[in-house]
């Protein structure tokens, strides 16, 4: 026999980054009783793990964080999102945000650099074109072939702790009288007052008028979504990250890198991400790269992605992703080299779904590897969704549209 949790009116299920910020504007924005469930980080190294069968996609000290995007809605996102973080930070009395600059590297002459550069003016952003020559006198740690230029946005960009976001956005939720429940949800079951209940794996349950499901990539597994019929149209990504570390000597050098993206060829494909030294929980510096998702493998079930998370050891990606290092960044001489493991989840129109998928059941999924540093409004726009049937946002619905797979 579970124990029973309370009665709530609204509940999250999955604290992560967008489920943590949807409680935080949920607890702001009414009084009624808001519930945010789902387990912490594990403590433990993942590969040890034999039982847990949901993890998180933000298990990381660096996300990029930047307005400048070639997709207006991103932009607009995140133009949104990252004043805030100063807000949470001073509420929660945390620290996550590194202003440290973003720069986009790119082939000159593509069309990429054009809508970037449209999309700021309309949104007013501030960005420096940079030539070859100026990009390597301004960040001379970068090797850059000769046919790339710079986008810097030197203010409202930089990364953030995305742990320390999520638990900061948890802390001000509770402040504001939300209730968070440390456990893993197995079924979502409707009974026949019309409540939702909800039972966890331990077998503990709570009641709730509405549901909201931030479950990032674990979205269509249990039995969380109310039609097994109604199968949402995500794709799951394996992504591979490696870290460098950053000898002492070096650090200073490097303490103004900017986060960067590189995207290669005439088509500007996404090619690789780098961030900037960053402190982990180990006492030292690493230096991140991650990739883009050309090369990269689709996981099919909850078992390829359970496993996908346990096995952090190497994989094809991580010599190539080394490499990558020792082209773009010649003169660094790492120490330890680490890798890790995540799971990015994709949707058709490359945006975040908001949405109900039945009533009483809202969908808040598919960050398209962007959704880190947007998390705190698209978290707002979740709780707005849950208050009311209208859509009252100045961004059009079908931006956000739920898709569902083809039987
Ligand atoms: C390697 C990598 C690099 C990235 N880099 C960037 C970047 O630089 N900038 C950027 O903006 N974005 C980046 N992203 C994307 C960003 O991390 C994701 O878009 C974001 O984490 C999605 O947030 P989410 O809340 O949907 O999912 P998550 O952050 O994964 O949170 C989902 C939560 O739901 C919980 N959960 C799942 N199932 C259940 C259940 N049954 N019961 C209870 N809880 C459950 C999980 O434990 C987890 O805490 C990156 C992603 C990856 C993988």
């Not at 409707?190 to 931030?214: C, H, M, P, W």
């Not at 890798?339 to 949405?355: E, Q, Y």
Request: proline share 5%; net charge negative; glycine share 8%.
């Amino acid at each position: 026999m579970g124990t029973d949790l309370g009665s709530f009116d609204i509940t999250i299920i999955g604290a992560g980054c967008i489920g943590s910020a949807c409680a935080r504007h949920l607890s702001q924005l009414c009084e009624k009783k808001i519930c945010l469930i789902g387990p912490d980080e594990p403590d433990h190294p993942r590969s040890q793990d034999t039982e847990r069968s949901v993890y998180g996609a933000h298990y990381d000290a660096g996300r990029i964080t930047r307005i400048l995007d070639p997709d207006l809605v991103w932009a607009k996102l995140a133009q949104r999102s990252i004043p805030r973080y100063v807000e949470v930070e001073e509420k929660s009395n945390m620290q996550f945000y590194t202003p440290s600059g973003y720069l986009g590297v790119v082939e000159e002459g593509t069309s990429y650099i054009d809508k970037v550069k449209e999309c700021a003016k309309l949104l007013q952003v501030e960005f420096e074109l940079l030539d070859h020559q100026q990009l390597k006198s301004k960040f001379p740690y970068f090797s850059f072939p000769p046919s790339c230029v710079g986008i810097y946005q030197p203010s409202q960009g930089g990364y953030i702790n995305i742990r320390q976001h999520v638990i900061a956005q948890m802390t001000i939720a509770q402040k504001q009288g939300c209730t968070l429940i440390k456990e893993i949800v197995d079924r979502v079951d409707r009974d026949d007052r019309g409540q939702f209940k909800i039972v966890t794996e331990k077998g503990n349950y709570l009641y709730s008028g509405k549901v909201i499901l931030a479950t990032g990539a674990f979205t269509p597994f249990k039995k969380l979504l109310p039609d097994p019929q109604k199968q949402l149209d995500i794709e799951l990504m394996k992504e591979t990250v490696v870290k460098l570390q950053v000898k002492d000597k070096d650090l200073q050098d490097m303490k103004s890198m900017p986060a960067v993206i590189y995207f290669t060829g005439k088509d500007a494909r996404y090619d690789c991400y780098i961030l900037p030294p960053i402190r982990y929980d180990d006492g030292k510096f690493y230096i991140k790269i991650g990739h883009g998702l050309t090369g990269s493998d689709k996981l099919d079930d909850h078992q390829q992605v359970i496993e996908w998370y346990r096995n952090v050891e190497s994989d094809n990606l991580v010599e190539v992703l080394v490499k990558t290092i020792n082209r773009l960044m010649p003169t660094f001489e790492y120490g330890s080299v680490v890798t890790d493991h995540c799971v990015s989840t994709h949707t058709p129109s490359n945006h975040v779904m908001i949405g109900e998928v039945n009533e009483g059941v809202t969908v808040l999924t598919g960050g398209c590897s962007h959704a880190a540093k947007s998390a705190d409004e698209i978290g707002h726009l979740g709780a707005l969704t849950a208050l009311s049937n209208d859509w009252s946002y100045d961004i059009p619905k079908s931006e956000f549209s739920v898709y569902f797979k083809q039987n």
